[in-house]
């Protein structure tokens, strides 16, 4: 059985959350800046049987693409080239970094460390794999 990864991508820093092997808890994996994260991907691949990666898409309240889609397009169509054995999906992320922050609000966070973006970024990641976990049954 394989893991999940989830990743909320940005053109400067990439959130990255996993599951268990059982699939049933998504915690924050770590931060890469966006240039290393499909050498990441790699290595931690190598490391942990990875089955679904998931992808965080990028939408406007309407429902249209903001000025960040295009660049999580073309890091999802790269995501496939590059490991083609591992099926890459995508899920709305609309309201992960809100979602994020008051997460951690909730959880007490300091003030300090909720204004690190690369926290924030950890944070929506593993929102969007509870989202993608909830929306399979899984």
Do not use: C, W
Request: aromatic share 6%.
């Amino acid at each position: 059985m394989g893991r999940i990864i989830a990743i909320d991508y940005g053109n400067k820093r990439v959130g990255v959350a996993v599951t268990d092997p059982l699939k049933l808890i998504a915690t924050p994996l770590d931060t890469v800046h966006a240039k290393d994260i499909i050498s990441f991907l790699k290595q931690y691949l190598a490391q942990e049987p990875v089955e679904t990666i998931v992808v965080g898409m990028p939408r406007t309240l309407e429902n249209t693409p903001t000025d960040v889609t295009s660049a999580v397009v073309g890091f999802v169509r790269k995501l496939k080239k590059e490991l083609p054995a591992i099926p890459v999906f995508t899920i709305d992320e609309r309201f992960t970094s809100r979602m994020a922050f008051q997460a951690m609000i909730d959880g007490g966070v300091k003030k300090k460390d909720r204004q690190n973006k690369a926290t924030v970024d950890k944070v929506s990641a593993t929102i969007i794999l509870q989202s993608y976990l909830a929306q399979n049954n899984l």
